[in-house]
């Protein structure tokens, strides 16, 4: 299994963020075809006290499956639709779950 972890920037304005999050955006990413599990919440601390507000765990079977499902159409608009509510964008990391 891979799982692909999505940092957000701390928004300007987090209770916006959280609720377009939640009733926006949520929604479509969860249709992302082969996501097996979806994970969010608020980042707590980190090293260093990075500005990350936000993270987001997507699980997929395999390398095959999570680039077909973010190359979907489904998954091509969520990618649009970080625009709308994280202007800052994100960074984002896969790895091998063990």
Request: net charge negative; with cysteine; proline share 8%.
């Amino acid at each position: 299994m891979v799982k692909i972890s999505i940092l957000y920037y701390r928004p300007e304005d987090p209770e916006t963020f959280e609720r377009y999050y939640i009733e926006k955006h949520l929604p479509l990413a969860s249709q992302i075809p082969g996501l097996r599990k979806l994970e969010v919440g608020r980042v707590l601390r980190g090293p260093k006290d990075p500005d990350y507000y936000w993270v987001a765990a997507c699980y997929f079977e395999d390398m095959d499956t999570l680039k077909a499902g973010f190359d979907s159409p489904i998954g091509q608009a969520a990618g649009k639709d970080v625009a709308n509510f994280a202007p800052r964008g994100n960074i984002s990391f896969i790895s091998e779950v063990l």
